[in-house]
Nanobody, 122 residues
């Protein structure tokens, strides 16, 4: 059974860094685009960053450009999100997702992880 498992979330002070990982199992996701979404309480799930199957194309939400970096290691079936200069407004549950191509909406993705909490204190 295909599964995505996120890790690396936690509590960090504003200005700090975290690195999220998403490990895939049950099938290879090397041919899938991968994405990180986040959802804060009372808000809709939003796309943070995405990367094509080869890693040749990336997308970032304007609010994280220059601070977050998405990458993937297809040999390890893992995708990462390096988050620097974190702000309190980055606080959310972060989800990993896999889809055929990069899409801006959650409905465009076929597989989802269970999420990992990121909390940034001021």
């Amino acid at each position: 059974q295909a599964q995505l498992v996120e890790s690396g979330g936690g509590l960090v002070q504003a200005g700090g860094s975290l690195r999220l990982s998403c490990a895939a199992s049950g099938r290879t996701f090397n041919s899938y685009a991968m994405a990180w979404f986040r959802q804060a309480p009372g808000k809709e799930r939003e796309l943070v960053a995405a990367i094509s199957w080869s890693g040749g194309s990336t997308y970032y939400a304007e609010i994280v450009k220059g601070r977050f970096t998405i990458s993937r290691d297809n040999a390890k079936n893992t995708v990462y999100l390096q988050m620097n200069s974190l702000k309190p407004e980055d606080t959310a549950v972060y989800y990993c997702a896999a889809g055929v191509v990069i899409m801006a909406t959650p409905g465009g993705y076929d597989y989802w992880g269970q999420g990992t909490q990121v909390t940034v204190s001021s």
